[in-house]
DNA sequence: ATGACATAGGTGCTATGA
């Protein structure tokens, strides 16, 4: 089973690359953040007709985020239970294999993470108290679904590892020592990066600012996770980086990440 | 310190992102 999440920065603008995107990357399911439309005008007919089941939770003109699957997504939630937002950060579902039994079903919460814009801002305070509310939630779910994967736009980094300038991100947005320790108290649920359990190329970001070709001088972050359960986890046979979409035409600032699960 | 680039909404420019 291969899992992908993917902030897309528009779906309007990216639909055609995330079409041949799925054409060239047959997974499971796909995440997808920053929709930046309606429900409304959500391309449902394009996805089916590429194969593909799909579940959104849109917006006007900001956030939005989506499940694609190639069986239906089941038991969807919008949000976060318990956690009063107006914003649509939050979609998840339970999604089955193709030819799994119930007992091999997978939760999947795909996310878009607050971008906090500034330490000490009332959109930093929001950013925190929304994880908070997500690390609540997130207790009790992986007690109801304990074969569960968290994936999305985190818009926070683990460590200097993940920041292409670790002196001058110093305490700067997605790398401040509060937003790692609330990063850090979702691993402490019991999740894992599936990114760091495989070795993986120095240097390996998710997003690159679209200013003074930061891509091309590769001067990225890694704020795009996907996060497996105990469970889940001896099943995790690879988890890369798909930088091939961002040399597109009028590319995301961000790169879909892959998981493939065994079994 | 500021802006660079991109997107939506709306039609000149602001809000937001990371």
Not at 142 to 155: I, K, Q, Y
Not at 157 to 178: K, L, N, S, Y
Not at 237 to 244: E, L
Request: with cysteine.
């Amino acid at each position: 089973m291969k899992l992908a999440t993917w902030n897309v920065n528009s779906l309007t603008v990216r639909l055609p690359q995330v079409l041949d995107w799925l054409a060239a990357n047959p997974v499971d399911v796909l995440a997808l953040q920053e929709l930046k439309l309606t429900d409304d005008k959500f391309p449902h007919a394009a996805f089916k007709a590429a194969g593909f089941e799909s579940v959104c939770f849109g917006q006007k003109t900001y956030n939005g985020v989506a499940l694609i699957s190639r069986t239906p997504a089941q038991q969807v939630t919008r949000n976060i239970p318990g956690f009063d937002d107006d914003l649509a950060r939050v979609i998840s579902a339970t999604v089955a294999f193709e030819s799994g039994s119930a007992a091999s079903d997978i939760r999947v919460v795909g996310a878009y993470f607050p971008n906090g814009q500034e330490p000490g801002s009332d959109k930093f305070e929001y950013k925190l108290a929304w994880l908070q509310g997500l690390r609540a939630w997130l207790r009790t779910e992986l007690a109801t679904h304990p074969r569960l994967v968290l994936m999305g736009d985190f818009n926070i980094t683990f460590d200097d590892a993940d920041v292409w300038d670790p002196e001058g991100m110093r305490d700067q947005i997605h790398c401040t020592d509060e937003e790692r320790y609330e990063l850090n108290a979702l691993i402490a649920l019991g999740l894992t990066d599936a990114h760091r359990l495989f070795a993986q190329a120095p240097k390996s970001y998710s997003w690159w600012d679209y200013r003074d070709f930061g891509f091309k001088r590769n001067r990225g972050m890694r704020i795009d996770h996907i996060l497996v359960s105990q469970a889940l986890k001896p099943l995790v046979s690879a988890c890369q980086i798909d930088k091939t979409p961002r040399h597109n035409e009028r590319p995301s600032d961000h790169a879909p990440v892959l998981m493939e699960l065994k079994g």
